[in-house]
C-alpha cells in the first residue's frame, strides 16, 4: 500500500501571528515556522499502518521554499521519501486552488490511501480533505480518531456533537484525523541524520500540468478587501479571594444579570 | 428580491440554533429558502418559518443519510445551478464545512469559513489567528457560499409560511463512497450544547481530577449553561475531548465564559476570546488568563466554587 500523507507548514499558533501589510497573505517570513500540528498524527497513523501492513509513506506538502525544513522534520519522524511542490506562481492560492495541486500531485503518485490533519492551525478551513476527495472521486473517511485497515476496506470512528459515528469505505480513500487517534512519536536521532538523505523531489506547477494563472492571486477565488488587528481585550477587575471570593463572584455575576 | 438559500443543520429532528442565525443574517441580504439535506422537512417547517423562511427545499431519502457529506453537496451544487441565488449560507460546522468545499470544487467558486458577520455586497468578517486579528474578505469568482460561525448574532423572528418543494436526489457511485455504519447517540443530559451555549463554564488541569469536574458541572448546571475544558484537562482524562474548547477544540463566543484552574494559553484562548463577559478563578495571580478577563478571582477553586455555587442557590 502507497500511503501519502499531506504536511503543511504553518505559523507556531503559540506565537504572535500576522497578515503581511503588502498583500493580505499570511506572513511567514517572520514566523517561526512548524509543521502544522494535527498532521504529525497523519504521519504517525501512516507510520504504524505501514509497520503493521507494509507499504511506503511519502510526504506531500504544497508550500514556500522554507518548507523544506518542515519536510525534513516530518521525514526523521519515519517516513520513506517526501514530494514538495514549490512554485512562486502559488503565492496568494485560495483553498480551491490549493487543493487542485494537492489532488493533481496526488494522483501523480498514485496513492492508494492519503492520510492528513483534520484541519491547519493558520487557516483553520478545515475544508481541503473534501476538497482533496472531491477531485480525486475517492472517499473521504474526515475527522477520525479511530482507523482500522483490513486489505482495502478502512474503518474509521469519528466524534460527533452528539456521540460517535462509524464509517467506512475502500481504498483509494482519503483519511483525515485528529490529535484523539495516537501520541505522535519524537525522531530519533537516527531518524534525524536519516531523513537528510532520504529522497525529496521538488515539482513545479509544470510538472503537475497545472497552469500558473489556475492558481496565485490570478486564479484565486476569495480575496482578503482588508484586514486590522483586534484591540486586545483589557483587563478588568481582578481580585485575591480571601475568605469571601465566591461570594463577590456572584455579586459580580448578579451585577451583570447573569443570576 | 434575489433569492438566499440557508442550509439547515438540525440535530434530532431539531433546528439548531446556528440555523435560526442564519436565517436572521440571510433576511438582511435578501428573500430567504431553507434547504434541507436529509432527515425530514416537516419536522422542521414550523421553526424556519417562524424565523422567516418563505420556502423550503426538501431532499429527503436514505441515500443522503446514510453516506457522509458527498451526496449532499451534489444536491446543493444542482440546487445552486438551477435557482442562481445570492448567497449560500451554511453553518460553520464540519458537515458544514465539508459541504461547502465541495460546492466550491464542483461549482469552482470561492468560499468564506467561519465567518462572524457578511455585509450586504457579500464581505464577509472573520477572526483569525487565536483572535488577534480581524478579516475583511470577499468571494471574487462566482456567488458568495459562506459558512456562518454559531453564535455571531442574536436570531429574531420573523414569521413567514414557507412553502414546500420536493427536490429530487440524483445521486452517483461517488456520493456513496463513505458509508455510515452506525451512528452512535451518547447521554447528553439537559446541557446547552457547547458552541451554541450563552454560558461556557470551563476547567483545566487546576481542576485536577476527573471527579473534581463534578464541580465545574455544579456550577455549570447553576447558571443554565455548557461545561467546557482546556486541552491538558482533556489530554489528563478528567473530560471527554468532544468538550475541549481552543484551537484544536470547539471555538465559542458566549455571552459569560467562566475559567476555572486554565492558564489562558495562546491555544486555549484562541477558542474562547470572543466572550462578550470573561470570569477566571486561578491561584496564580500572575496566569496569563487574566489579562483578558473582565472580572478575575486569585485564589484556589475548590474553596471559591463551592461558595459561589452555595451563594447562587441561596439567591435562587
Ligand atoms: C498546536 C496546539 C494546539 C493546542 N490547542 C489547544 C486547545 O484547543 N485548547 C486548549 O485549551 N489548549 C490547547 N493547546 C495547549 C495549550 O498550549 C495549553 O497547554 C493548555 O491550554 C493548558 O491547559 P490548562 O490551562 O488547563 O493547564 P495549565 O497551563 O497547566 O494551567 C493550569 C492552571 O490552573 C491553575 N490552578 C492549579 N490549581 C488550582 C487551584 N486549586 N485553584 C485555582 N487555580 C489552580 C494554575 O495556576 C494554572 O494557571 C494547544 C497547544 C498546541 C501546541
Ligand atoms: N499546502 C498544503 N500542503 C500539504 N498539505 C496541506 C496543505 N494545506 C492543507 N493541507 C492538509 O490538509 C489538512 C487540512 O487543512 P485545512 O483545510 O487548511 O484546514 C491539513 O492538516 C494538511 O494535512
Redesign the interface.
Known sequence: MKIVVLVKQVPDSGADRNLRSDDNTVDRASASNVINEMDEYAIEEALRLQEAHGGEVVILTVGPDRATESIRKALSMGPDSAVHVVDDALHGSCAVATSKVLAAAIAQQGADLVICGAESTDGRVQVLPHMIAERLGIAALTGARKLTVDGTSLTIERQTDEGYEVVTASTPALVSVWDTINDPRYPSFKGIMAAKKKPLQTLSLGDLGIAAGEVGFDGATSTVVEHSKRPPRQAGNKIDAGDDGGSKLVEYLASEKFV | MAEVLVVVEA??GVAKKVTLEMLTLARTLGDVSAVVLGGSAAALADKLGEFGASKIYAAEGEDLDGY???GK?TVLAALIQRVSPAAVLLAS??EG??I???V???L???????VVALDADG?GTQ????????????????LPIVTVRPNSLTPTPAPATPSVEQVEVALTD?DK??????????A?GARP?L?EAS?VVSGGRGVGSADNFKLVEELAD??GGAVGASRAAVDSGFYP??FQVG??GKTVSP??YVALGISG???HR?GM?TSK???A?NKD?EAPI???????????LF??????????RK?K
Open positions: 440535530s434530532q457522509l457529506v458527498a453537496a460546522s464540519q464545512k465539508e461547502a468545499g465541495r466550491a470544487v464542483k469552482d467558486n470561492g468560499l468564506l469559513t467561519d464581505v477572526v483569525v489567528f487565536a483572535g488577534s486579528t480581524i478579516v475583511k474578505s470577499k468571494v471574487s469568482k462566482g461517488k463512497l463513505a458509508k455510515v455504519v452506525e451512528r452512535k447517540v451518547e447528553k450544547e458552541a454560558i447553576l447558571l475531548h468532544q484551537q484544536t455571552q459569560l494559553a495562546i491555544q484562541a476570546q463577559t470573561i470570569i478563578v495571580a487574566f489579562e483578558l478577563a473582565d472580572f478575575g478571582v486569585v485564589g484556589d474553596k471559591v466554587v463551592p461558595q459561589a455555587a452555595e451563594e447562587i439567591r
